[in-house]
């Protein structure tokens, strides 16, 4: 082992003063940080769960920027403190604030043998044997060269507990290979409906869909109780939809939501999406750097097809007028799946059946709508009083729906999404989920009033038994019923909100 300032030769002065004013239980014993909101995320408890006693050692968390990762890492500190978890066995490591690390080649090891010799004060395996196992929460570890390999190196020899946060799922999966059976995975993205309601003290009300399966989707009575469920809860429901028409579903504009829109606005461009681009997306492959330009232009193009499955001749005759540049089609592609990979938006690829992939553009679905309305400059009512007050609006709102419906299914854990694309004989639908072999087609008809025509595709896809449908979702703008046909379950989008 390494001795004296060598072992430590990348913690200047400064970096390790940084550290210890993050860690500050180091030195008071608790922690009680005055900006900590009361309110935890729904993935709180199985977060905490998996670190304290999941099958894995290191557990990450994904999801979008601002979505409220670090203030999830910072509860379960605070969390594990009051637990009587001794306040020396725990260390933070926020890596955006510290880039001097990312000049260094090992440097989660390098933290790692610092804090075992300077504040754990013995090696990890002694500890754990009494009773002080050492918890590492390691913030944005995605920008790090080689984090894998070295988280990899540390879980694999000492017996610890790894948090790790990040916003790339692109970089986050390129570890996963040579991490496998060491980590496992959660995502977190904006608000939930119900937290919505929450955090804006509309009252409170349990998740409908518990967290340990996909299988009750399979049942249509699961989607007659949610309506149920619903309309059960109709004014906390219509007040948190509401609110999330009004601001979207990021932490931030629900908080701060005395605010103008411009300001909450122009923050969101700059930490969410131009800090994505400029940031996360930035560096490709060998140290390549991407054009900033290109991405931000992919986005806005994005934005404006939420919901849709255009095709690529599309991007690529908008993007040469709006750049005066000649872009080939795959690389449209790949920077639509680099802004996939920051998670700010969901590609569900068209149905494959008979192990052929049928032909078709994948469909863009948005981590939240008011990113569009912040880049666009454009804002677009989702809540049913509003919309009838501009029902010029009434379309783009329709795809905003949809898009909204599809990230929120595409990023329930273990479930199988895709779109069904009109086919010479066959209507379009809008998304088919898979559960097990059976495939349950939704469509999404955002509007007053649903004629008998709003279901024809429905019930073409439930009529064809290769498809194995038992029955169909029809996703609405309000509570009234929208079918007399006893296969099509018809629910608002504001109660299928409330499932999770």
């Known amino acids: 082992m390494k001795s004296g300032n060598a072992l430590f030769s990348i913690l200047t002065p400064s970096i390790e003063a940084a550290i210890r004013d993050s860690n500050p239980w180091w030195n008071e014993g608790k922690w009680d940080p005055y900006n900590l909101p009361p309110m935890r995320r729904w993935i709180f408890s199985t977060a905490i769960n998996r670190l304290r006693n999941g099958l894995t050692p290191a557990v990450v968390l994904r999801g979008p920027r601002q979505v409220g990762k670090t203030t999830l890492m910072n509860q379960m500190i605070h969390s594990l403190l009051e637990s009587g978890v001794d306040?020396?066995?725990?260390?933070?490591?926020?890596?955006d604030e510290l880039p001097g690390f990312r000049k260094t080649s090992e440097p989660i090891l390098e933290i790692a043998r610092w804090f075992r010799e300077r504040i754990l004060g013995e090696n990890f395996n002694k500890a754990a044997h009494a009773g002080r196992i050492a918890y590492l929460?390691?913030?944005?570890?995605?920008?790090?060269?080689?984090?894998?390999?070295?988280?990899?190196?540390?879980?694999?020899?000492?017996?610890?507990?790894?948090?790790?946060?990040?916003?790339?799922?692109?970089?986050?999966?390129?570890?996963?290979?040579?991490?496998?059976?060491r980590i496992s995975t959660?995502?977190?993205?904006?608000?939930?409906?119900?937290?919505?309601?929450?955090?804006?003290?509309?009252?409170?009300?349990?998740?409908?869909?518990?967290?340990?399966?996909?299988?009750?989707?399979?049942?249509?009575?699961?989607?007659?109780?949610?309506?149920?469920?619903?309309?059960?809860?109709?004014?906390?429901?219509?007040?948190?939809?509401?609110?999330?028409?009004?601001?979207?579903?990021y932490p931030i504009a629900q908080v701060r939501h005395a605010l103008p829109w411009d300001e909450i606005a122009a923050h969101l461009v700059e930490t969410v999406i131009r800090r994505a681009i400029a940031h996360d997306l930035r560096m490709g492959a060998k140290g390549q750097?991407?054009?900033?330009?290109?991405?931000?232009?992919?986005?806005?193009?994005?934005?404006?097809?939420?919901?849709?499955?255009?095709?690529?001749?599309?991007?690529?005759?908008?993007?040469?007028?709006?750049?005066?540049?000649?872009?080939?089609?795959?690389?449209?592609?790949?920077?639509?799946?680099?802004?996939?990979?920051?998670?700010?938006?969901?590609?569900?690829?068209?149905?494959?059946?008979?192990?052929?992939?049928?032909?078709?553009?994948?469909?863009?679905?948005?981590?939240?709508?008011?990113?569009r309305a912040a880049w666009l400059q454009e804002r677009v009512p989702l809540s049913p009083s509003l919309l009838e007050q501009s029902p010029h609006l009434s379309d783009i709102a329709g795809r905003i729906a949809e898009s909204v419906l599809g990230y929120n299914l595409a990023s329930m854990a273990g479930l199988q999404i895709s779109h069904f694309p009109e086919r010479p004989t066959?209507?379009?639908?809008?998304?088919?989920?898979?559960?097990?072999?059976?495939?349950?087609?939704?469509?999404?008809?955002?509007?007053?009033?649903?004629?008998?025509?709003?279901?024809?595709?429905?019930?073409?896809?439930?009529?064809?038994?290769?498809?194995?449908?038992?029955?169909g979702l029809l996703i609405t703008q309000n509570d009234l019923s929208a079918s007399d046909d006893p296969r099509i379950v018809s629910l608002p989008l504001s109660s299928f909100l409330m499932m999770r």
């Not at 929460?137 to 000492?158: M, R, S, T």
């Not at 119900?194 to 989607?223: A, C, D, H």
């Open 87 to 95: 306040p020396k066995s725990i260390i933070k490591v926020q890596f």
């Open 137 to 181: 929460f390691f913030d944005e570890v995605q920008n790090l060269a080689d984090w894998a390999p070295q988280i990899k190196q540390l879980v694999d020899i000492h017996p610890v507990r790894v948090m790790l946060t990040g916003s790339s799922a692109l970089r986050i999966e390129a570890g996963r290979d040579s991490l496998a059976g």
């Open 186 to 249: 959660l995502e977190l993205g904006p608000l939930l409906l119900r937290e919505i309601g929450e955090l804006r003290q509309f009252g409170t009300v349990e998740p409908f869909l518990p967290l340990n399966g996909l299988q009750p989707l399979s049942k249509k009575e699961f989607w007659l109780d949610l309506r149920r469920h619903g309309e059960k809860n109709t004014a906390f429901r219509q007040q948190a939809f509401a609110a999330f028409s009004e601001r979207g579903a």
């Open 289 to 371: 750097k991407r054009d900033e330009n290109l991405l931000e232009e992919v986005f806005r193009l994005a934005c404006r097809y939420i919901g849709q499955s255009p095709q690529l001749s599309l991007y690529l005759e908008e993007i040469r007028q709006a750049l005066h540049a000649n872009i080939g089609p795959q690389r449209i592609m790949a920077y639509l799946k680099f802004l996939d990979g920051a998670l700010l938006i969901k590609l569900i690829q068209p149905l494959e059946l008979r192990l052929k992939k049928r032909k078709g553009a994948a469909k863009i679905c948005l981590c939240d709508p008011i990113l």
């Open 426 to 471: 066959e209507p379009e639908i809008d998304f088919v989920i898979t559960l097990g072999d059976q495939r349950i087609p939704i469509e999404v008809k955002y509007r007053r009033r649903i004629d008998f025509n709003d279901t024809i595709a429905l019930r073409s896809f439930i009529e064809k038994a290769h498809y194995n449908a038992p029955f």
